[in-house]
C-alpha cells in the first residue's frame, strides 16, 4: 500500500474567498469515489492570487500545481491523472518555476504557501525555531546588533530603524516592558500581514519571542483587527502551538482583536485601545519606547518586521542590507491590488520600479484598459499617474514626489476612475476614522468632503481649490498623527497629476 | 439573546482578569448577545470600576459595536479604494436595490443586515465581501445571493 499522495488546497482567505473550502472538501470527495488514497494538506497562499484557489499535488517530480481550480473541474482533474502530474488546461508546473514567483527575492515570506502554518514539523523542518535558539545561544547584545546592521526599518508605513527602537526600550531602566505586534493592517490594498499570520504565523511568534528576549520583555500582545476572522483562528492555534513547544519561554504572547477602528492601526491609539480605552491617538513625546502600554517601555513593530527577523538572524545581516536601494535595505512584500491581472504578493528588494510591477509583473489591469493611476502606501497614500511609474520602491524616493510607500500596497485604477471623487473619499475615510483628539483632522476632513463636493458640483471652482489646498496645509501641519497629516497625499496628488478631473463644466 | 445580568456577570468575570480588559469584555458581550444595550453600559462599567460615560465612549468609539440588535445575517461590503477600483460603488447600489435598504440598514423580514467594511485584505480578488462568516471575492449580485441563500438555512 503506498503512502497517500498530498495534495495542497490553500486555506488563505483569498482562496478561501474564491471556494478553497468547498474545493477542498470535493477533492476528497472524489478521491474517495476513486479510491484513491491523498492527504490534503492546508496551507497559506503563495501569493498569486489570480490562479487561486492554486492546488498543488505533490508529485514524485515535485509539487505541481493546477489553477484556478473550481470544484467543477475535480473530476476532470483526477481524469488526467493529475497525482502523477498529468496534463490539463488548469496545469502550471512548478509554482516556484511561475515568472512571478522566480523573479521574487523571499525572506519574510519563505515559507508562506509552502507550510502547513499549524504543523510544528514542517516549521521546523524549513527553519523555524533556528533564529530563537542562535539569539539565546549568542545572547541580547548580538541579536541587537545583527538586527541595527540588517538595516530592517518598520514596515508598518513610517520606515523607523527597528533595532534602534529595540535598543531604546533595551536601555530603559524599567522593571516591566512589553512587545506589542501592531496586525491592525487597515489600508486598503494591503494584505501582506494577513497572508503571513495566516500563512506562517509562525514566523511572527518566534520573531515576537526574540524582539520581547532581547529588549526583555516578558509580554507581549499581538493586536489584530476584527475583519480578519481566519487570521484570528489560525493565530490563536499557533499560540498555544508555540507555548507547548517552548517557544514563548521568555516572553508570552497574547491575541487582542480589535474592534473596527482605522486610526488604531497608529501605534499610540492601539496601545490606548489595548488598554480598553477609546482609540483616540496621544501627542508624542513621550515615545512608546519610553512609556507605551500602561506607561511602560514597549516595542511597537508591525507583522512583517517582527516576521522578517528570523530569517535576517539566519541567512545574516549583511546578506539582508546587501539587498535594497538607498536607505531602504531588504526587500519589501509588496502588494498588487485593485484593477490589476495578476494580483497577489510579491517580495521584492527595494528598488524596484512601478512600471515593473504594474505593467511587467502585475499584467496591467484587470479590465484590459490602460492603466490611469495607482494608489501606494494606502489611502493616506498619493495617486501616482504614469509619468511618474518609474519612482524607484524606496521611503526617500517616494516621499522625494510627495508620496509613501506606506505598507507597500498598490492599488491600480484603469481609465474610468475619477479623480475627484478619489479625493472626495480620501476626506470622507479621514471624516469616518478620525479619532477627534485634534481638531484639524476631525473639523477639516469633515470641511474638506463639502469643499470637494462644491468643486465637483462647479460651484466657484477656482477658489474652492485654493480653499482646498489651504485646508490640506492646515491638516498637513497641524495634525496630531498620519490620519489627518497624511490625507493631503491622496487630495493633493489627484488635483496636481489629474486637473483635469477637477475641472469639469 | 435577550439581555441577561447574570450570563453578562459570567462573561464579563471570565474576562476581567485581562490587563486592559474593557474591548475583550465588550465583544463577548456583543458575541453572546448580539448587542450592546443600555444595560450593558452600566454593568461594565460597576464591574470594572469605570464610569459610565467612560464606557459608552469606548462602546460608541468603535464602529464594531452595536447598540441595536442587527439582522440574522450581516451582509458586509467593502467600501476601500481595491474594490472601488473594480466596481465595489455600483455592486453596493445593486445590494441596496436587492434588499430594499441602506447602509446599516436592516431588511424589512429581519434577515440581512448591510453594513460597510474598509477593507478585508481581499484587495487583490476584488470586490469583496463578508458574508456572516463566509468570506467573497470577485463578488457580485448572484454570488452575494447565494451566499446570503446559505446563510440563511
Known amino acids: 500500500m503506498s503512502s497517500p499522495r498530498r495534495i495542497f488546497v490553500p486555506a488563505d482567505s483569498a482562496a478561501l474567498a474564491l471556494g478553497a473550502d468547498a474545493l477542498a472538501t470535493a477533492i476528497?470527495?472524489?478521491?474517495?469515489?476513486?479510491?484513491?488514497?491523498?492527504?490534503?494538506?492546508?496551507?497559506?497562499?503563495?501569493?498569486?492570487?489570480?490562479?487561486?484557489?492554486?492546488?498543488?499535488?505533490?508529485?514524485?517530480?515535485?509539487?505541481?500545481?493546477?489553477?484556478?481550480?473550481s470544484s467543477a473541474d475535480v473530476a476532470s482533474l483526477f481524469e488526467s491523472g493529475w497525482l502523477e502530474g498529468g496534463a490539463h488546461a488548469l496545469r502550471i508546473g512548478a509554482p516556484e518555476a511561475q515568472p512571478?514567483?522566480?523573479?521574487?527575492?523571499?525572506?519574510?515570506?519563505?515559507?508562506?504557501?509552502?507550510?502547513?502554518?499549524?504543523?510544528?514539523?514542517?516549521?521546523?523542518?524549513?527553519?523555524?525555531?533556528?533564529?530563537?535558539?542562535?539569539?539565546?545561544?549568542?545572547?541580547?547584545?548580538?541579536?541587537?546588533?545583527?538586527?541595527?546592521?540588517?538595516?530592517?526599518r518598520g514596515r508598518g508605513g513610517a520606515g523607523f530603524p527597528a533595532g534602534i527602537k529595540w535598543r531604546t526600550v533595551r536601555e530603559t531602566q524599567a522593571a516591566i516592558r512589553y512587545v506589542v505586534c501592531n496586525a491592525d493592517e487597515g489600508d486598503s490594498g494591503t494584505f501582506a500581514?494577513?497572508?503571513?499570520?495566516?500563512?506562517?504565523?509562525?514566523?511572527?511568534?518566534?520573531?515576537?519571542?526574540?524582539?520581547?528576549?532581547?529588549?526583555?520583555?516578558?509580554?507581549?500582545?499581538?493586536?489584530?483587527?476584527?475583519?480578519?476572522?481566519?487570521?484570528?483562528?489560525?493565530?490563536?492555534?499557533?499560540?498555544?502551538?508555540?507555548?507547548?513547544?517552548?517557544?514563548?519561554?521568555?516572553?508570552?504572547?497574547?491575541?487582542?482583536?480589535?474592534?473596527?477602528?482605522?486610526?488604531?492601526?497608529?501605534?499610540?491609539?492601539?496601545?490606548?485601545?489595548?488598554?480598553?480605552?477609546?482609540?483616540?491617538?496621544?501627542?508624542?513625546p513621550p515615545l512608546p519606547a519610553h512609556a507605551g502600554l500602561f506607561g511602560k517601555p514597549t516595542v511597537v513593530n508591525n507583522v512583517l518586521t517582527l516576521a522578517t527577523v528570523p530569517s535576517i538572524l539566519i541567512r545574516g545581516a549583511a546578506a539582508y542590507a546587501a539587498l535594497g536601494h538607498g536607505r531602504s535595505r531588504g526587500t519589501m512584500p509588496i502588494q498588487l491590488a485593485g484593477n490589476i491581472r495578476h494580483g497577489g504578493l510579491f517580495e521584492a528588494p527595494f528598488g524596484i520600479s512601478l512600471t515593473e510591477l504594474v505593467d511587467d509583473i502585475g499584467?496591467?489591469?484587470?479590465?484590459?484598459?490602460?492603466?490611469?493611476?495607482?494608489?501606494?502606501?494606502?489611502?493616506?497614500?498619493?495617486?501616482?499617474?504614469?509619468?511618474?511609474f518609474d519612482t524607484p520602491l524606496d521611503y526617500e524616493a517616494f516621499a522625494a514626489r510627495d508620496g509613501l510607500v506606506g505598507h507597500g500596497g498598490i492599488v491600480v485604477f484603469d481609465d474610468t476612475v475619477d479623480m475627484v471623487r478619489q479625493a472626495r473619499f480620501a476626506m470622507e475615510f479621514c471624516a469616518a476614522e478620525s479619532c477627534g483628539k485634534c481638531t484639524p483632522c476631525r473639523v477639516g476632513s469633515v470641511r474638506g468632503m463639502e469643499v470637494v463636493d462644491k468643486i465637483i458640483a462647479g460651484q466657484n471652482v477656482a477658489s474652492n481649490l485654493?480653499?482646498?489646498?489651504?485646508?490640506?496645509?492646515?491638516?498637513?501641519?497641524?495634525?496630531?498623527?498620519?490620519?489627518?497629516?497624511?490625507?493631503?497625499?491622496?487630495?493633493?496628488?489627484?488635483?496636481?497629476?489629474?486637473?483635469?478631473?477637477?475641472?469639469?463644466? | 439573546m435577550a439581555w441577561d445580568a447574570r450570563k453578562a456577570a459570567e462573561i464579563i468575570e471570565a474576562h476581567r482578569h485581562l490587563d486592559g480588559p474593557a474591548l475583550p469584555v465588550l465583544r463577548a458581550l456583543q458575541d453572546a448577545f448580539g448587542?450592546?444595550?443600555?444595560?450593558?453600559?452600566?454593568?461594565?462599567?460597576?464591574?470594572?470600576?469605570?464610569?459610565?460615560?467612560?464606557?459608552?465612549?469606548?462602546?460608541?468609539?468603535?464602529?464594531?459595536?452595536?447598540?441595536?440588535?442587527?439582522g440574522r445575517t450581516s451582509l458586509k461590503l467593502c467600501r476601500a479604494e481595491a474594490c472601488q477600483a473594480m466596481g465595489?460603488?455600483?455592486?453596493?447600489?445593486?445590494?441596496?436595490?436587492?434588499?430594499?435598504?441602506?447602509?446599516?440598514?436592516?431588511?424589512?423580514?429581519g434577515r440581512v443586515t448591510l453594513e460597510p467594511v474598509f477593507c478585508l485584505g481581499l484587495c487583490s480578488v476584488a470586490p469583496a465581501a463578508l458574508v456572516g462568516d463566509e468570506l467573497v471575492g470577485r463578488a457580485d449580485w448572484p454570488r452575494l445571493a447565494a451566499a446570503l441563500e446559505r446563510c440563511g438555512r
Open chain 1, 28 to 69: 476528497a470527495d472524489e478521491a474517495a469515489r476513486r479510491k484513491r488514497s491523498v492527504q490534503i494538506v492546508r496551507t497559506g497562499s503563495r501569493g498569486m492570487h489570480w490562479l487561486e484557489p492554486l492546488v498543488e499535488v505533490d508529485t514524485d517530480a515535485g509539487r505541481i500545481g493546477y489553477g484556478p481550480v
Open chain 1, 100 to 152: 512571478f514567483m522566480a523573479r521574487q527575492t523571499r525572506w519574510t515570506f519563505e515559507r508562506c504557501g509552502v507550510v502547513d502554518p499549524l504543523s510544528w514539523e514542517d516549521f521546523v523542518a524549513h527553519g523555524g525555531g533556528q533564529a530563537l535558539a542562535q539569539a539565546r545561544a549568542q545572547g541580547a547584545e548580538a541579536t541587537l546588533s545583527a538586527i541595527i546592521d540588517s538595516g530592517l
Open chain 1, 193 to 284: 500581514d494577513r497572508m503571513l499570520m495566516e500563512g506562517d504565523p509562525l514566523a511572527l511568534i518566534e520573531g515576537m519571542a526574540i524582539c520581547g528576549f532581547v529588549v526583555g520583555a516578558r509580554k507581549g500582545f499581538i493586536y489584530i483587527r476584527s475583519e480578519y476572522p481566519r487570521a484570528i483562528r489560525v493565530l490563536e492555534q499557533a499560540l498555544e502551538l508555540a507555548r507547548t513547544r517552548g517557544l514563548l519561554a521568555e516572553c508570552d504572547i497574547e491575541l487582542r482583536i480589535g474592534a473596527g477602528s482605522y486610526v488604531c492601526g497608529e501605534e499610540t491609539a492601539l496601545l490606548e485601545s489595548l488598554e480598553g480605552k477609546r482609540g483616540q491617538v496621544r501627542a508624542k
Open chain 1, 363 to 388: 499584467g496591467g489591469t484587470a479590465s484590459g484598459r490602460p492603466v490611469r493611476a495607482v494608489q501606494v502606501g494606502g489611502p493616506l497614500g498619493a495617486y501616482f499617474p504614469r509619468e511618474l
Open chain 1, 466 to 505: 485654493a480653499l482646498l489646498e489651504d485646508l490640506c496645509h492646515t491638516l498637513r501641519l497641524g495634525s496630531l498623527c498620519a490620519l489627518g497629516g497624511f490625507v493631503p497625499f491622496p487630495v493633493l496628488s489627484a488635483l496636481r497629476h489629474f486637473p483635469q478631473d477637477f475641472h469639469r463644466p
Open chain 2, 35 to 70: 448587542y450592546l444595550p443600555e444595560e450593558a453600559t452600566a454593568q461594565v462599567a460597576e464591574a470594572l470600576n469605570l464610569s459610565r460615560a467612560e464606557v459608552h465612549g469606548v462602546i460608541s468609539f468603535y464602529h464594531d459595536f452595536r447598540r441595536t440588535p442587527a
Open chain 2, 88 to 109: 465595489a460603488d455600483a455592486l453596493a447600489n445593486e445590494a441596496c436595490a436587492h434588499l430594499g435598504t441602506s447602509w446599516h440598514g436592516t431588511t424589512a423580514d
